[in-house]
RNA sequence: GGCGACGUAGCCAAGUGGCAAGGCAAGGGUCUGCAAAACCCUUAUGCGGCGGUUCGAAUCCGCCCGUCGCCUCCA
């Protein structure tokens, strides 16, 4: 048995869950990705963070991660809209998967082995359906297919209501021609000006649901490890691929995992497409650090709704520079010249700085193996940079090697030095570089003269012009101010 | 109406039976030419409310109040 030491809340369970991969060694997740009809926004980025950490856990404890991700391309709005617009759906849905895929570049989610579109497998899902009405789950009327929910007799199981209850509470007109009012398109006959491919049935496009389960049957196999996307898609998106995937392969469970993130909002409500009220995810990108985004995003646990605001995100992104900050000086702290401290000496032992980066690095990776608890990990992340920040100011700065093995890796496993470079200590190489330095040593020599006026007009200049000075025992230190920190504070939805 | 989450300091946020992590903000101090950064100190006898179980409850049970999500396209 493969045992990753990870649990992880299963909503149809309701329970912690150990994590145990069906292969060994190889675990397989799918997350579900947008339908591209408008603009990324964070509430997208979250479940993609979660499956990011995940993956980094997994892989850095000696995992392989199989992780199939989606773009939902044809659908109702997607070809409204692109009528309107004169353009082709597919044009219109490639514009807003650019759109998410270079948010999520920039924000340092690569992990994803494939983004599957359901354009692209359009014969998967004939054939899946058309498998569901031979075997009795699934029918058909005038080009129509669809889902026959009380062909399942679980149906309901991951949401945790029945057939009775649902109808109960049915606020939609239910076409009359299904046998339940529950049953749910599997196949939709082409109207006139729609994108339509041939099938049994006439042409026609695939439903909402089936495509997850197609593509996801077609890479990660019959069952699989972990299912994520956001909870608004329990009901009835994943409720539905349970009820579809296990009708066709006849075996379950579909998944072993399912796992949800809440929504994040804007004020009290969800942030959604739908409702407008959403920030542009490349927006915040352009504005902040993709590190302070994470974090912004990660401090609060994943099962637990997200507030965000200008004023949220700025004080992540104060925090974060709190570590970015810890991570430079101690790297300058050891580049310097000095010699290397004695093993064994002051640095060891219990109390010692090599124990204490030892502790923090135990405690912040069972904090992550503890179903994803990243505000109790970044909590160690932080007693790490207090001691190692007492250790520095009490000039014992060349013991610190430990300490920024374990800053440096835990942060890597929430990429939080992502576009850590940029605000943190004049590292990019560009032509601003050069003339930064010759300003600094400029004020440098002023200095020494006690000119401060100058001093203080070069670094007041600078810092108009986003560069911020620090000096220091060892020399003038500067980063670049990121855009947002001076900017007013209004995000543009 | 049904199902499911959640409510911890000025703000954000861990903690699910044994002295309430961490971050931001605020105040005081050290360092600094002045700053910045960093360090030190201060800031919840209390965890939505009321009962109950227990030697002991933020944590378990009951009721109530409030917020959110899903039941309709949604991460």
């Given at each position: 048995m493969s045992?990753?030491?990870?649990?992880?809340?299963d909503?149809r369970?309701?329970a912690?869950?150990?994590?145990v991969?069906?292969?060994?060694?190889?675990v397989?997740?799918?997350?579900?990705g947008?339908?591209?009809?408008?603009?990324t926004h964070i509430?997208?980025?979250?479940?993609a963070?979660v499956g990011?950490?995940?993956?980094?856990?997994?892989r850095?404890?000696?995992?392989?991660?199989?992780?199939?991700s989606?773009?939902?391309?044809?659908d109702d709005?997607?070809i409204?809209?692109?009528?309107e617009?004169?353009?082709?759906p597919?044009?219109f849905a490639?514009?807003?998967i650019?759109?998410?895929l270079?948010?999520?570049?920039a924000?340092?989610i690569?992990?994803?082995?494939c983004?599957?579109?359901?354009?692209d497998?359009?014969?998967d899902?004939v054939a899946?359906?058309?498998r569901?009405v031979e075997?009795g789950y699934?029918?058909?009327i005038e080009g129509d297919v669809?889902?026959?929910v009380e062909?399942?007799?679980?149906?309901g199981?991951?949401?945790?209501?029945?057939?009775?209850?649902m109808?109960?509470g049915?606020?939609?007109?239910v076409?009359?021609?299904?046998?339940?009012p529950?049953?749910?398109?599997?196949?939709k006959a082409?109207?006139p000006?729609?994108?339509?491919w041939?099938?049994?049935?006439?042409?026609g496009?695939?439903?909402?649901?089936i495509e997850?389960?197609?593509?996801?049957?077609?890479?990660?196999?019959?069952?699989?490890?972990?299912?994520?996307?956001g909870d608004?898609?329990?009901?009835?998106?994943?409720?539905?691929?349970?009820?579809?995937?296990?009708a066709?392969?006849?075996?379950?469970?579909f998944?072993?995992?399912?796992l949800?993130?809440?929504?994040?909002?804007?004020?009290?409500?969800?942030?959604?497409?739908s409702?407008?009220?959403?920030v542009?995810?490349s927006e915040l990108v352009?504005?902040y650090p993709?590190?302070?985004?994470?974090?912004?995003?990660l401090?609060t646990?994943?099962r637990?709704?997200l507030?965000?605001?200008a004023?949220?995100?700025?004080?992540?992104?104060r925090?974060?520079?709190r570590?970015?900050e810890?991570?430079a000086?101690?790297?300058?702290?050891?580049?310097?010249?000095?010699?290397?401290p004695?093993?064994?000496a002051?640095?060891?032992?219990?109390?010692?700085?090599?124990?204490?980066?030892?502790?923090?690095?135990?405690?912040?990776?069972?904090?992550?193996?503890d179903?994803l608890n990243?505000s109790?990990a970044?909590?160690?992340?932080?007693?790490?940079?207090?001691?190692?920040n007492?250790?520095m100011?009490s000039?014992?700065?060349?013991?610190?090697?430990?300490?920024?093995?374990?800053?440096?890796?835990?942060?890597?496993l929430?990429?939080?030095?992502?576009?850590?470079?940029?605000?943190?200590?004049?590292r990019r190489?560009?032509?601003?570089?050069?003339?930064?330095?010759?300003?600094?040593?400029?004020?440098?020599?002023?200095r020494r003269?006690?000119?401060?006026?100058?001093a203080?007009?070069?670094?007041?200049g600078?810092a108009?012009?986003g560069?911020?000075?620090?000096?220091?025992?060892?020399?003038?230190?500067?980063?670049?101010?990121?855009?947002?920190?001076?900017?007013?504070?209004?995000?543009?939805?």
């Amino acid at each position: 048995m493969s045992q990753t030491g990870i649990r992880l809340h299963d909503t149809r369970s309701g329970a912690l869950t150990a994590l145990v991969p069906r292969e060994p060694n190889v675990v397989r997740m799918y997350t579900c990705g947008p339908t591209v009809y408008n603009y990324t926004h964070i509430g997208h980025l979250r479940p993609a963070l979660v499956g990011d950490v995940l993956a980094r856990l997994l892989r850095y404890r000696g995992y392989r991660v199989l992780w199939v991700s989606n773009f939902t391309d044809v659908d109702d709005r997607i070809i409204a809209r692109a009528n309107e617009e004169g353009i082709t759906p597919k044009e219109f849905a490639g514009r807003y998967i650019n759109d998410y895929l270079e948010s999520m570049e920039a924000l340092g989610i690569r992990g994803v082995e494939c983004y599957a579109r359901v354009t692209d497998h359009i014969p998967d899902i004939v054939a899946m359906v058309q498998r569901l009405v031979e075997r009795g789950y699934a029918y058909s009327i005038e080009g129509d297919v669809y889902f026959a929910v009380e062909a399942k007799s679980d149906y309901g199981k991951l949401s945790g209501r029945t057939l009775g209850e649902m109808q109960a509470g049915a606020r939609v007109a239910v076409d009359v021609r299904k046998r339940h009012p529950m049953d749910f398109a599997l196949w939709k006959a082409a109207k006139p000006g729609e994108p339509a491919w041939a099938s049994p049935w006439g042409p026609g496009r695939p439903g909402w649901h089936i495509e997850c389960s197609a593509m996801s049957l077609r890479y990660l196999g019959d069952r699989f490890d972990i299912h994520g996307g956001g909870d608004d898609l329990i009901f009835p998106h994943h409720e539905n691929e349970i009820a579809q995937s296990e009708a066709y392969t006849g075996s379950e469970p579909f998944v072993q995992i399912w796992l949800h993130n809440a929504m994040v909002q804007v004020g009290h409500e969800k942030m959604s497409k739908s409702l407008g009220n959403f920030v542009r995810l490349s927006e915040l990108v352009r504005r902040y650090p993709a590190g302070a985004l994470r974090q912004f995003v990660l401090s609060t646990h994943y099962r637990k709704p997200l507030q965000y605001s200008a004023d949220a995100m700025q004080e992540a992104q104060r925090s974060w520079s709190r570590l970015v900050e810890a991570r430079a000086a101690w790297r300058e702290a050891l580049a310097g010249p000095g010699a290397p401290p004695e093993a064994n000496a002051t640095n060891d032992g219990a109390g010692g700085l090599v124990a204490l980066a030892k502790r923090a690095a135990e405690g912040f990776e069972a904090a992550l193996a503890d179903d994803l608890n990243t505000s109790e990990a970044f909590g160690y992340l932080f007693e790490l940079v207090r001691t190692g920040n007492r250790a520095m100011a009490s000039g014992r700065g060349r013991e610190l090697g430990p300490a920024l093995a374990a800053l440096e890796s835990c942060g890597d496993l929430l990429g939080l030095w992502q576009d850590a470079a940029v605000s943190s200590g004049g590292r990019r190489e560009d032509s601003s570089r050069g003339l930064v330095e010759l300003l600094i040593e400029l004020r440098a020599e002023a200095r020494r003269y006690r000119d401060w006026a100058t001093a203080d007009r070069i670094r007041d200049g600078m810092a108009g012009l986003g560069i911020a000075l620090e000096d220091t025992p060892q020399g003038t230190r500067w980063k670049w101010l990121s855009e947002s920190v001076s900017a007013s504070g209004a995000d543009g939805a």
